[in-house]
């Protein structure tokens, strides 16, 4: 039976177009703020970063598109580059090379 019903769905969400899902996705506010950052990361951070982000907009529940996403974006363009944190946390005391590690 609950098989039955998923599959229902999932035949529903396959009549979709994929510009429709693309239309849908260009008007959130999640990617209108985000998106550009897309092509400093690979897909694989940048989608973990829009899950998690999207949890914390599910939480606020309506507020977040004048409330989260712009600050969010803001602090996020303000961190430094992935290649000045690499170097950073590579020069702290945290940072142990994988030849050191034990087995």
Same mark, same amino acid.
């Given at each position: =039976?609950?098989?039955?019903?998923?599959? !229902?769905?999932?035949?529903i969400?396959?009549q979709?177009?994929l510009?429709?899902?693309?239309?849908?996705?260009? $008007?959130?506010?999640?990617? !209108?703020? =985000?998106s550009?950052?897309?092509?400093?990361?690979r897909? *694989?951070?940048?989608?973990?970063? =829009?899950?998690?982000? *999207?949890?914390?907009?599910?939480?606020?529940? *309506?507020?977040a598109?004048?409330?989260?996403?712009?600050?969010?974006?803001?602090?996020? $363009? %303000?961190?430094?580059?992935?290649?000045?944190?690499?170097?950073?946390?590579? !020069?702290? !005391?945290?940072?142990?090379?994988k %030849?050191? $590690?034990?087995?």
């Amino acid at each position: =039976m609950v098989k039955t019903a998923i599959q !229902r769905i999932v035949n529903i969400f396959l009549q979709i177009p994929l510009e429709t899902w693309e239309h849908i996705v260009a $008007c959130e506010p999640e990617w !209108r703020y =985000m998106s550009d950052l897309l092509p400093s990361y690979r897909e *694989g951070p940048f989608a973990v970063l =829009m899950v998690a982000a *999207g949890l914390n907009d599910f939480q606020l529940k *309506g507020k977040a598109e004048k409330a989260y996403w712009p600050v969010l974006k803001n602090t996020w $363009c %303000s961190l430094p580059s992935l290649a000045v944190q690499k170097t950073l946390f590579q !020069r702290s !005391r945290l940072f142990t090379p994988k %030849s050191d $590690c034990p087995n």
